[in-house]
């Protein structure tokens, strides 16, 4: 694909897809900027081509209708503060009055356009849609990497209509930390796969199996497995109907010398209730009418030996539950952990960037992901539409 780098941008009107899909409070603040702030380089690389910079993004799931909590406003006002300069936000993304607004932009000028997803064709990947949205500007730039693992108008059909199509510094950033990591990883390679369910991260599981030397499973996914081996886990999260591929993937990771790391002690309560009375039990213990919430001290020592040698951590999915006090202590262990190893690590995104950044570690992690869905995408072995689309485009443009 094209980078932004590689494309004359001067003086040009440029049309940059972010991912500014960032939570907001009851009050519609922002309560992490993360994206926005990772879109910058972008958007000061383009500023400084003294081009004009038309910013289209989504912002939840309104499905396809106008819901004023929706509105990137609050997005337009915090980008306006990172840049220290007005970001004006139009009513809308396509129509007469945006065509207006682009009109009469100057040189170093900064307007976003109102919710994409505010029009059903958004999602749809509706062509019309897409080449109103292409018709913009001279050059188009996708740097969402966040939403590269959908088959938007945005982000895939514009491909077909821009004049233009690159990828902006963070998508580049991105792709080239998981594919250099998956392709050619310094080992030991250690993976880390946590979360709730074995179904959400199976084909990642089905793939990493065969490229790491260790992986780790812990979080809720972990009792399937361990149900699977024959212990008791109580009431525990356990998807009954993935126990069969479960003992599959034990046995593929045997067959390719992959060391496997399963919990040997949780800390378990009634229900996952932040005034729960909880216990700390060996795997063997789980009581029949209890449920594992987070690893236990024993895991996280034994887990902690396991990354000792690391040269490489990939890490997707939490430990536990760790939203609630009681049951944080095994993810943000290992999120200590993975920051003071002397290895490559990578975090990909989702839950897993929230607990790192609420342990205050973010700094120490050599990469952290702003696309959860994307970033599991790729561990599993899979092209991202998005992705596939600039290639296409950059075939074209030859």
């Given amino acids: 694909m094209k980078q932004i780098q590689d494309i004359d941008i001067k003086g040009k009107k440029v049309l940059c897809r972010f991912d500014f899909n960032v939570p907001l409070d009851d009050d519609l603040h922002i309560t992490d900027d993360r994206r926005i702030k990772a879109a910058l380089p972008t958007i000061n690389y383009a500023l400084d081509e003294d081009a004009r910079v038309i910013i289209i993004s989504h ?29 004006a936000l139009a009513k809308d993304c396509v129509g007469d009055d945006v065509e207006k607004l682009i009109d009469g932009m100057e ?46 108008a945005s982000n895939v059909g514009i491909t077909k209509f821009a004049k233009v199509s690159c990828a902006g510094f963070l998508m580049k950033r991105e792709l080239n930390y998981f594919s250099s990591t998956l392709e050619d990883p310094l080992r030991p390679f250690v993976a880390i796969i946590g979360g709730s369910k074995v179904s959400g991260k199976l084909e990642a599981l089905a793939n990493l199996i065969r490229k790491v030397d260790k992986m780790i499973i812990g979080g809720g996914m972990a009792f399937t497995f361990l149900k699977a081996m024959g212990y008791e886990v109580g009431t525990s999260l356990v998807e009954d109907d993935l126990l069969h591929t479960a003992r599959r993937g034990i046995k593929i990771a045997k067959e390719n010398g992959v060391k ?65 006090d009681a049951f944080s202590m095994g993810t943000f262990s ?27 570690e973010s700094e120490y992690i050599t990469y952290i992901s702003t696309g959860g869905g994307a970033s599991l995408e790729l561990l599993e072995g899979k092209k991202l539409p998005a992705v596939e689309a600039l290639n296409k485009a950059a075939k074209k443009m030859k």
Wanted: hydrophobic fraction near 45%; proline fraction near 5%.
């Fill in 59 to 87: 912002l939840g799931r309104p499905g396809g209708k106008k819901v004023a909590g929706l509105s990137l406003a609050p997005v337009a006002k915090r980008l306006s503060r990172l840049l220290g300069k007005d970001v």
């Fill in 107 to 152: 040189p170093r000028c900064v307007i976003m356009l109102e919710n994409l997803r505010f029009h059903k064709e958004e999602a749809e990947n509706d062509d019309e849609f897409a080449r109103k949205l292409a018709g913009y500007a001279d050059v188009y730039v996708d740097d969402a990497f966040g939403n590269a693992h959908r088959t938007h």
């Fill in 260 to 324: 496997l790391y399963f919990p040997v002690d949780c800390v378990i309560a009634e229900k996952a209730d932040s005034k729960a009375v909880t216990k700390i039990v060996p795997i063997q213990e789980i009581d029949p009418n209890w449920m594992g919430l987070d690893i236990g001290p024993a895991t996280i020592a034994l887990f902690r030996e396991a990354l000792s040698d690391a040269k490489t951590i990939m890490w997707n999915g939490p430990m536990g539950v760790f939203e609630i």
């Fill in 334 to 360: 290992l999120v200590h952990a993975i920051a003071q190893s002397h290895a490559l690590t990578i975090v990909g995104g989702g839950d897993t960037d929230v607990a790192v950044h609420r342990a205050g």
